[in-house]
């Protein structure tokens, strides 16, 4: 389970949306955390209307700050500043996390430019494509709510690969206390999609049938994860759904009460399906929820 946990920081009360996550989640764990501001070349005067952070002294202070008002004086939480300015604050974030071998990057999806470029922008992409450490991608709440994790919601698609997500959710659920749902969502001949669709149009029939069967499947797949999760002593629920899947998704995120959710994502050789084509980036632009990116293998098969 994650135990270093990095956060970057450029100074903005937005940013800041990525720490109460991760202090939750250090608590939780007993995780240390490393809060990291990079110094960016030629950067505005302002950040969201605040003045950016582009002295060392100033941004190291600025962190010492964050700590105390977020995290509990016993926690383990360290600063670092890198003070030599870059032109490419994604590209740093990377060199630090490989250096800093953090487990988990908790990071808030704002805005643009710069270390704000985190709503699905160059840094989260850069990040997930090195294929190695997962990510934690929060969306900035105006009540400025606490965090915690009573509920995650699992989408399955029935591949090996995307089950290696189950893991890290299993454990977040044992050191939370918190309970698991599954979904797997089967398309419906209207909403299928590319040559799958075509096919749906010239043989309506057969395509119905296959879905059916493919939904019976599903129920038989999720079963099987099911006894063994329960059997691990872990709360967990799951449901075979019918259409589109990223709406269904979020809609079931919805239903059940979800704070999370957990998606397996393909790294350095997927990037440009999963940013591009896939259904993660369609949950994340319809939900208000964190998500936590979890990058798999494709060579990795069922244990």
């Avoid at 704002?110 to 997962?134: E, N, Y």
């Avoid at 397996?264 to 936590?292: C, I, N, R, Y």
Wanted: hydrophobic residues 45%.
């Amino acid at each position: 389970m994650f135990k270093h946990l990095l956060v970057p920081l450029d100074g903005s009360t937005l940013a800041e949306a990525a720490l109460p996550a991760a202090a939750y989640l250090a608590q939780a764990l007993g995780a240390s955390v490393m809060l990291l501001h990079v110094i960016e070349r030629g950067a505005r005067e302002t950040v969201h209307d605040e003045r950016h952070l582009t002295d060392p002294d100033e941004a190291c202070a600025y962190l010492g700050e964050v700590r105390a008002r977020f995290f509990p004086p016993e926690a383990q939480v360290e600063q670092h500043v890198h003070t030599r300015e870059v032109s490419d604050v994604a590209r740093s974030i990377i060199v630090h996390s490989e250096e800093m071998t953090p487990d988990l990057i908790v990071m808030c999806t704002h805005g643009k430019g710069g270390l704000r470029d985190l709503f699905f922008g160059s840094i989260a992409q850069q990040v997930i494509g090195m294929g190695v450490t997962p990510i934690l991608l929060v969306r900035p709440r105006a009540d400025r709510g606490t965090f915690a994790l009573r509920r995650l919601l699992v989408p399955l698609d029935g591949s090996a690969e995307h089950e290696q997500c189950l893991p890290v959710a299993a454990g977040l659920a044992q050191a939370t206390g918190a309970a698991l749902h599954l979904v797997t969502v089967v398309p419906t001949r209207a909403t299928l999609s590319g040559n799958e669709a075509a096919t749906g149009t010239l043989l309506p029939g057969a395509t119905a049938a296959m879905l059916d069967l493919a939904e019976a499947g599903a129920v038989d797949y999720l079963r099987a994860h099911l006894a063994r999760l329960q059997a691990a002593g872990l709360a967990v629920t799951a449901e075979v759904a019918r259409g589109d899947p990223a709406p269904l998704v979020v809609a079931t995120a919805r239903k059940t009460g979800a704070d999370l959710i957990v998606l397996g994502t393909h790294g350095k050789a997927g990037m440009d399906a999963f940013w591009e084509g896939s259904v993660g980036p369609k949950v994340a632009a319809q939900s208000e929820l964190p998500l936590l990116l979890v990058p798999v293998s494709k060579a990795a098969g069922r244990p």
